[in-house]
């Protein structure tokens, strides 16, 4: 296959992707606020929930729901959407290696796979709060999520930098 046909059939399967990638983004909300019933207004009184708390033991203030676990029904359609894009990933992944996409649209795959199950299992954590908790229990355990979603970010970038890491040392041991 000549280099100009390869570089054309990549192109319309990134373009595949894309409208792929659309298309169950957006079946992927309808059914989030399908199945969950009243999603819109539970999204309001979260929103609407907000103050200022430290983080614990620190002086540290940022904002926190009042009551987090008066939102677990937020916290469990974040956790399906999380999850609906993770498996968009892998759909995501697989299409790229079958085009033979370019090693950095691979890695960038991969770095996301790694966050948005990552965040996924972490939001389930958060949507099964439990609401007898202290409030300081539960804003606790609030600003750990997000500590864990930064974590999450450095571990999604370190997995992009490996599958870069190992397709250079593949091309390199074919010389």
Not at 12 to 18: A, D, K, N, R, V
Not at 44 to 72: G, K, M, R, Y
Not at 136 to 144: A, G
């Given at each position: 296959?000549?280099e100009a046909?390869?570089?054309?059939?990549?192109?319309?399967?990134?373009g595949?992707?894309?409208?792929?990638?659309?298309?169950?983004?957006?079946?992927?909300?309808?059914?989030?606020?399908?199945?969950?019933?009243?999603?819109?207004?539970n999204?309001?009184?979260?929103?609407?929930?907000?103050?200022?708390?430290?983080?614990?033991?620190?002086?540290?203030?940022?904002?926190?729901?009042a009551?987090?676990?008066?939102?677990?029904?937020?916290?469990?359609?974040?956790?399906?959407?999380?999850?609906?894009?993770?498996?968009?990933?892998?759909?995501?992944?697989?299409?790229?290696?079958?085009?033979?996409?370019?090693v950095?649209?691979?890695?960038?795959?991969?770095?996301?796979?790694?966050?948005?199950f990552?965040?996924?299992?972490?939001?389930?954590?958060?949507?099964?709060?439990?609401?007898?908790?202290?409030?300081?229990?539960?804003?606790?355990?609030?600003?750990?999520?997000?500590?864990?979603?930064?974590?999450?970010?450095?571990?999604?970038?370190?997995?992009?930098?490996?599958?870069?890491?190992?397709?250079?040392?593949?091309?390199?041991?074919?010389?």
């Amino acid at each position: 296959m000549s280099e100009a046909s390869w570089s054309r059939r990549r192109s319309i399967g990134e373009g595949i992707i894309g409208a792929v990638s659309v298309g169950l983004f957006f079946v992927l909300i309808g059914v989030i606020f399908v199945i969950n019933h009243n999603l819109w207004s539970n999204i309001q009184s979260f929103f609407d929930n907000f103050t200022i708390a430290n983080v614990t033991n620190t002086s540290i203030q940022l904002p926190v729901p009042a009551v987090p676990a008066a939102h677990v029904v937020v916290y469990s359609a974040a956790f399906q959407f999380a999850l609906g894009i993770a498996i968009l990933q892998i759909i995501v992944l697989a299409i790229r290696l079958m085009i033979g996409s370019h090693v950095r649209r691979t890695a960038e795959t991969v770095g996301n796979l790694v966050f948005w199950f990552g965040a996924a299992y972490f939001l389930n954590g958060l949507a099964s709060m439990e609401s007898s908790l202290a409030i300081s229990k539960q804003q606790e355990l609030w600003f750990q999520f997000w500590a864990v979603i930064i974590v999450l970010i450095g571990v999604s970038i370190v997995a992009r930098a490996v599958v870069l890491f190992t397709e250079r040392i593949v091309r390199r041991s074919r010389i």
